[in-house]
């Protein structure tokens, strides 16, 4: 019998990752990763001021590196005539301006070193303000039209960060026809798409970001957007009407792109979506189980069937999407906008003299320097985790709080900042990681107390992505916490499979997503039980953590008025 194989790309925050995947039973035939070069380089950012852009000349040259290394690595005769299907995921709300035919404005001469021009990748922070004035407009609207992604507007979505764009660069604004989410682009390049209007957007990225929703009759009206700044008077009859879930196709495999990666034109495009929706999928989620994907940030995601919970409002999310994972059922999305992204900052702080000062120690030659560098990187983590969990943890222990990047959920508020108190002379690097890491694992607790709350029972944990993988310290402090067991699933590329599940389906290989998942997952790898003699300090210091959170919030505002 001929073999159907599938491709699925995963772009994450700093690379793009593709597998290529046996469509029967879902063993993963080759993985290949590619880290944005320019990304990498610190090109078009700046920390300081929360922009983080990304060009798409980036994710151009890892999507064609990645397939085709993949299909190098497969060994399989003929393996371009036996790819039937591609599905893509991406990071998001992750925009960019584009024109009439769909080109994002970076790839164009004029525009190709501004960052404007480039995709706004979600961690950007650069239009809190302009968040908070959606928030306000919305309060004064006689529609609710944030009462499907929790209440609260963010400045990590696609609204809020193409007014900043527009407001900031003219030349922009006047070279835009139109804005697209990443996951949306990818189809389209790949298909060999022309026209902007035509491009297939997905459900997910629509309804979790960009406030589409069939009770409004898609977008919220142009009234609602010329009123909050008459810069977008006219746009969103430029955006989309319809929209589609993942299961479905884009298109086909232009004939372009079809000779670039050594396969063919009938290879099918499946619709695209956000890495977390894709990896739920790919981690195999259950209904009311939720499903942590815990890398740089963390979303959490919970699928519950549309007729259980489609008139339950669950507020302060990132919003309930009807088919947004699995299509029939609502999925619904939140999330902390730094979870190792807050051990990262730690470790750059560590890291900070050796990295500067021994470049001026000319006895260390250079490649000794670089490889301390490196060891240093590599190790580091590891060790503090070995470290930090040697230690007690007491009503006094240091107390963190993991808004790092703001927070994301409960009621997402971006400008709010992370602390560490509780510091005394024996505080060293092991306790501070402790204390972070115990922030982080509070977040998640206070993601599923909201679903809790607001009527949607949370009946498991499930742990997908590089930390739930990697760090077996960081993932039984949230069992001990949660006072849940989780359960870690097997793969190791959850995002890539998950799309690869669903280019499968999209090709016609099965009949709905569910069947993809039944017979192409992997299963799990190992469960972490909540060890009784922590549970309850921990229940006492996350009250403790509740606690710091209101006094810092209550600080920010008093701050502002002063
Ligand atoms: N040993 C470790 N312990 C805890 N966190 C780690 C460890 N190694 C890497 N990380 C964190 O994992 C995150 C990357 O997760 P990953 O899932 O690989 O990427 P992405 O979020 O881009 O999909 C980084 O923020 C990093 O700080
Ligand atoms: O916010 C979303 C999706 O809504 C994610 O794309 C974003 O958190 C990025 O995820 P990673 O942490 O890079 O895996």
Known sequence: MNKSYVIGVDYGSDSVRSVLVDANNGEEIASSVF??????????CDAALSQFRQHPLDYIEGLEATIKDCLLKSEIDNIGAAVKAISVDTTGST??????????????????????????????HTAVGEAKEINLHNQNSSVDYLKYVGGVYSSEWFWAKLLHVFRADEKVRAATYSWVEHCDYIPFLLTGGTQV?????????????????????????NSFFSTLDPLLDGLVDRLFF??????????????????????????????????????????????????????????????APKEEVQHTLVRGICGQVDGSIIPGMIGMEAGQSAFGDAYAWLKQVLLWPTKNL???????????????IATLEDKLLFSL???????????????????????????????????????????????????????????????????????????????????????PFIMQMMANVMNMPIRIHKSEQTCAIGAAMFAATAAGLYDRVEDAMKAMGQGFERTYIPEEKWVTIYAE???YYKALGAFIEGKESLAITV
């Open 35 to 44: 880290y944005y070069p320019r990304w990498k380089r610190g090109e078009y």
């Open 95 to 124: 925009p960019v301006a584009v024109n009439a035919a769909g080109v994002p404005l970076a790839l164009l001469d004029e525009f190709k070193d501004n960052p404007n021009a480039m995709f706004v990748l979600w961690k950007d």
């Open 197 to 221: 209007s035509a491009m297939k957007r997905g459900v997910c990225s629509a309804g979790h970001k960009s406030l589409w929703a069939e009770e409004f009759d898609g977008l919220p009206p």
């Open 242 to 303: 319809e929209t589609y879930t993942a299961d479905q196709s884009a298109g086909q495999l232009s004939e372009e792109w079809a000779q670039r990666l050594g396969l063919t034109t009938s290879v099918v495009v499946g619709v695209g979506a956000f890495d977390c929706h894709m990896g739920a999928v790919g981690g195999q989620i259950e209904p009311y189980y939720l499903s942590k994907v815990m890398g740089t940030s963390t979303c959490d995601m919970l699928v």
């Open 358 to 372: 021994i470049q001026d120690i000319e006895e260390i030659e250079a490649h000794t320097r670089e490889q301390l």
């Open 385 to 471: 985790s070995e470290q930090a969990a040697l230690l007690p943890v007491t009503a006094t222990s240091e107390l963190a709080l993991d808004w790092l990047n703001g927070r994301r959920t409960p009621d997402a508020d971006q400008s709010l900042k992370g602390a560490i108190t509780g510091l005394h002379l024996g505080t060293d690097a092991p306790r501070i990681f402790r204390a972070i890491v115990e922030a982080t694992c509070f977040g998640a607790k206070a993601i599923v107390d909201r679903f809790v709350e607001q009527g949607i029972p949370v009946k498991g944990l499930i742990g997908l992505g590089g930390v739930a993988k990697k760090s």
């Open 541 to 543: 210091r996350y009250e």
